[in-house]
């Protein structure tokens, strides 16, 4: 399953690699030749209508391009809104740079330098460039959804997270589906989170991934307790008590259950701790006698 899925992400990846530079290249076609489309069209279009497909109709494209790009090609789900800010906002610096880097190449003197062959240095120059604004476009939108992430409202205490997830293996495991990372978003869990605790469930051999990217439990929920993934996450165990839940979460009739269990750990563990200082300090002087005679040597 392992090769099949990174089979996948391959074909996926040289897809993109291969289609992309076609796909913009196709556009600047476009552009092309709705230049000289307008330039036939000019005397009969009075409404103007050829100029605003000219200008708006290759930028169109670009967004469009771009958000399903920010979209398909990562394993995490991405918010549309996102996704969509990323496209535009690298539609807008990619035709900012072709007119930046047309008037550099017009007014330089690389044909002078080069000759012939100046066409390849700024071939590869433009790619270059191009790769860098995509790949700025791409970090973007990560960090669109990741600050969005810690900004966001009743997020969830890890604990309650893992149960929420582990709640949703064990629905789909009875009606024979497995569960995406979208199901996870959901419900309740941010992205940032799922992709944090899903590393401990699957070193954990706890989930498991399918060949389609999907999750199923690895084992027996019947040989899973609380107390095992309470070890693998993070942060203390009764952190969700003080917490604020999400009214998608607290409505789950598994909360008081596990609101009660933890309630009651946390009450066993400080019972032996209710030991008062005064008790505390006599105990240790009474084992450590030399403290006395360390204060009159002083004194």
Known sequence: PEHRRGLADFLRYWAVLT??????GAGLA????????????????????????????????????????FTVVPHAPVPLRWALTGGLVTTGLL????????????????????????????????????????????????????????????KLPDLYATLVAMELCVKAQATGTVVVDRDMVRAGLTDTQWRRLRIYLLDQHILAMTTDDGYVLARDPARISVAQLATLVPGDIDGGLSHKLPSCVSSAPWVARIEALLQASRDAAQRPLNLSLEALFDVDQSVSPTNDNRVSQHA
């Open 19 to 24: 289609l992309g530079p076609v796909l913009f």
């Open 30 to 69: 476009l552009h092309a030749y709705l230049v000289a489309l307008q330039a036939l069209v000019d005397g009969v279009d009075i409404l103007g209508i050829s100029r605003l497909i000219l200008v708006y109709l290759p930028a169109l494209l670009s967004w469009s391009a771009f958000t399903l790009l």
């Open 95 to 154: 035709h900012a740079a072709r007119f930046l880097f047309g008037a550099i190449v017009t007014n330089s003197n690389y044909h002078t330098v080069y000759g012939a062959f100046a066409a390849l240095p700024l071939f590869l120059l433009w790619i270059h460039l191009c790769w860098l604004i995509v790949l700025g476009g791409a970090e973007l939108v990560r960090a669109l959804d990741t600050f969005s992430d810690t900004r966001r409202a009743g």
